[in-house]
């Protein structure tokens, strides 16, 4: 696998922080910042946020993205938010399955894939997140795990809408923890994803596929786990509220 034939990407997920006129401040502080980027940079706001967070990166290379969407395009969902909506107010990226969604809200494998499938039609690109419980990792079955995961989430989805997808490693017990994986069970993991794509999909699409590691990443240990051959990029989380520590990711995965 050759990690010069795909691009990194750096994303930020703020979660349920910053209000509009932070996220304002927050974009304006970090395109000086990231400007001259070897990498792809997003940044994923809260809903009410996206307009105002996409209004700040005109004419930047910052993108944006949304951190879930719903399956149908309209209906009774009370308290959902379509994809094409999220499209309408300028996101072009979305994360789903994050282990927050899996664990406070009922999502399912099942789920996720309806709403990568609603991302991928509304012409959104897709984060789609991955990873094992402590428990599933202690009991050596992260493989099974994930590779479940991935399969289930990828039903439906072509060779050549891979192109719009990023998968996201994210242990579950190395979120919001302060515990990070090591570099080496980083890579690991996310040479087995690779490695399942290219069954899946056969190996150019494996070796173009952007494969993220998310799990406590920061400004020390960027540099560290970006240097390994399959971890393409970050999902970051606490570290993308802060321009300074978002901004050092960046350039680590620019080198």
Request: proline letters at 2%.
């Amino acid at each position: 696998m050759n990690k010069a034939k795909r691009a990194a990407v750096i994303a930020g997920n703020w979660k349920m922080n910053k209000s509009r006129a932070e996220a304002k401040a927050l974009v304006e502080e970090l395109r000086p910042l990231v400007e001259n980027a070897g990498c792809g940079v997003v940044v994923c706001t809260p809903y009410l946020d996206i307009e105002t967070a996409v209004k700040a990166a005109e004419g930047s290379n910052i993108k944006v993205g949304a951190q879930n969407c719903h399956w149908a395009d309209h209906g009774a969902f009370t308290g959902e938010i379509p994809a094409e909506m999220l499209r309408e107010a300028g996101a072009e990226y979305v994360i789903i399955g994050h282990s927050e969604r899996r664990q406070y809200f009922g999502e399912t494998d099942e789920t996720v894939n309806k709403r990568t499938r609603a991302a991928l039609d509304a012409g959104l690109r897709v984060i789609l997140c991955c990873g094992e419980l402590l428990g599933e990792r202690q009991q050596n079955i992260m493989e099974e795990v994930v590779g479940r995961q991935i399969k289930v989430a990828l039903l439906g989805v072509s060779k050549e809408e891979m192109k719009n997808i990023i998968i996201a490693y994210e242990p579950v017990w190395a979120i919001g923890t302060g515990v990070t994986a090591t570099a080496d069970q980083a890579e690991e993991a996310c040479a087995f994803i690779r490695g399942l794509i290219a069954k899946l999909y056969g190996k150019e699409t494996a070796e173009a596929t952007t494969v993220q590691y998310g799990g406590s990443m920061n400004a020390k240990n960027a540099g560290e786990l970006l240097s390994k051959e399959d971890v393409d990029g970050g999902l970051i989380g606490g570290a993308s509220l802060k321009a300074p520590d978002f901004a050092a990711i960046v350039a680590a995965a620019g080198k």
